[in-house]
């Protein structure tokens, strides 16, 4: 929103604002936020920063060695609408106590991503990026773990399971669990409230090309971006989660970006389309005569993301309910190869945007479980080696293939690579295969331990619990 902290100062002084918030993305892809009386705010905020403890914050500092400063970025900030009194929010960055960036600030490892593009390449290119933001809307949801019960229960106005509701009018909409993708009024009975979503994000500074009704009948949507450089797209998709959570609740409903809620309906992905630019132009494009107009640059960086999805899903599926949305049939493709406008790839080629200016990859595998910052990173990471490396994707087995994936026999789709079916398997092959993240140290070295680390905690505690579905199975042996 503003250019420099002197723009962010007079802004507040001359609009009157009362309060300055100020968030820090955590290790695994939380905002925290601490907020400020503007009355008493200066420049000394953007020099020296405010102090802040990350003994809180997993996976960052220990509680014997937790204080850092962080200072807000002028060029996030916004009007946010969700305060009762006028109140301003920023995005901030983290710093040693000697001024010192630090080295695990999630958008400090984006910088440095974007820094290695010219160490690889010898241009002075830049990373773009559009997000695709996948989640339901819901009535409500009730869930919950104890010692003696764990379960969960979903609400929606329009979910096909309602008819077992007996107070569900039936003048309702009730729609299929699937196949329901870019209905239109009256059946997209969100079509308001997603507007008024997307007019706050545009609010904070981020363009968006369009909204629509997803595939998934319990009020499953969609809202996309235009191209942004990496940071700034990392930092719409934790503006965008924000308002999206923010304005169901305002409206008594609530959003959740879980890649898989409900059994037997469409999961929810975070595709990102990507792209290296210079001069206006994707140094992707190879022309017609080349197979998806792809060069050999786009081949090796795509090339790159295949052979390194197994360790990428670490940090880009990074749930346990991340797995439960990958499977033959499903929209959420396993089988690891690239292919032109093909939906069935883990990585597509879109067919629509063949041309000089913006041709680009989609990688389909990621949910919005992620840190966009680590994910997206990362992402450039394995896509640079590729072009380091000169991986050709053929020759490592990843296609192209132009047939639909989910009508193989079990036997052909055997052949194909496939990425990790669970967690675990993520972990332990981004165990193995992190070397291209730490090239030119742009991911810490002892960050992927940590990371690990934490995942395996949240796998432990899964671990401990009972499933519901298991006393349909077990309860009466």
Not at 72 to 101: M, Q
Not at 203 to 214: F, P
Not at 264 to 276: N, V
Not at 395 to 423: M, V
């Amino acid at each position: 929103m503003f250019k420099n902290p002197d723009e962010m100062l007079k802004y507040i002084r001359d609009n009157k604002v009362e309060f300055v918030d100020l968030k820090v993305i955590d290790l695994p892809g939380r905002w925290r936020h601490m907020t400020f009386t503007a009355a008493h705010l200066d420049e000394k905020i953007f020099e020296k920063g405010y102090g802040l403890s990350l003994s809180p914050y997993p996976g960052f500092r220990v509680i014997n060695n937790s204080d850092m400063t962080a200072r807000p970025d002028p060029c996030t900030a916004f009007v946010n609408p969700f305060f009762e009194r006028k109140t301003l929010t920023a995005i901030s960055d983290t710093y040693y106590t000697d001024g010192t960036p630090y080295e695990r600030n999630p958008r400090a490892i984006v910088r440095r991503a974007e820094e290695r593009i010219k160490a690889v390449t010898g241009l002075d290119a830049r990373s773009l990026w559009l997000p695709e933001m996948e989640f339901y809307i819901l009535k409500a949801a009730r869930y919950g773990s104890a010692v003696n019960k764990g379960y969960f229960e979903l609400f929606s106005d329009t979910a096909s399971w309602n008819d077992l509701d007996p107070d569900f009018p039936e003048h309702k909409v009730k729609m299929p669990d699937t196949g329901v993708g870019q209905i239109d009024a009256p059946r997209d009975v969100h079509a308001n409230l997603r507007s008024l979503m997307v007019s706050r994000i545009e609010d904070a500074g981020y363009s968006v090309k369009y909204h629509h009704h997803e595939l998934g009948g319990a009020g499953q949507c969609e809202i996309e971006t235009y191209f942004d450089t990496m940071l700034r797209a990392a930092d719409s998709v934790m503006v965008m989660k924000y308002m999206i959570h923010s304005t169901a609740r305002e409206q008594g409903l609530c959003a959740t970006f879980m890649p898989k809620p409900m059994n037997g309906a469409p999961g929810s992905g975070l595709h990102f389309h990507q792209y290296l630019e210079k001069d206006g132009k994707s140094l992707f494009y190879g022309g017609p005569d080349q197979y998806a107009c792809l060069n050999d640059m786009a081949r090796q960086y795509l090339g790159g993301l295949l052979k390194h999805s197994p360790a990428l899903m670490g940090l880009c599926c990074p749930t346990l309910n991340s797995y439960r949305r990958f499977g033959v049939g499903l929209a959420a493709p396993m089988n690891l190869f690239f292919g032109d406008s093909n939906r069935s790839s883990a990585l597509r080629i879109p067919g629509y945007s063949k041309n000089e200016t913006e041709h680009r990859v989609e990688y389909r595998l990621p949910d919005a479980t992620c840190n966009p910052y680590l994910a997206m990173a990362a992402q450039l990471m394995a896509g640079l080696h590729g072009i380091e490396s000169a991986v050709n994707p053929t020759a490592e087995g990843f296609g192209p293939f132009d047939f639909n994936n989910y009508t193989l026999s079990a036997e052909e789709r055997a052949k194909i690579k496939s990425g990790p079916t669970s967690l675990e398997s993520a972990l332990a092959a981004l165990r193995e295969d992190n070397a291209f993240l730490t090239a030119g140290d742009v991911f810490p070295a002892d960050l992927v331990p940590t990371w690990i680390d934490l995942k395996m905690q949240e796998m432990d505690e899964q671990r401990r619990r009972p499933h519901p579905y298991e006393f349909e199975l077990y309860f009466d042996f």
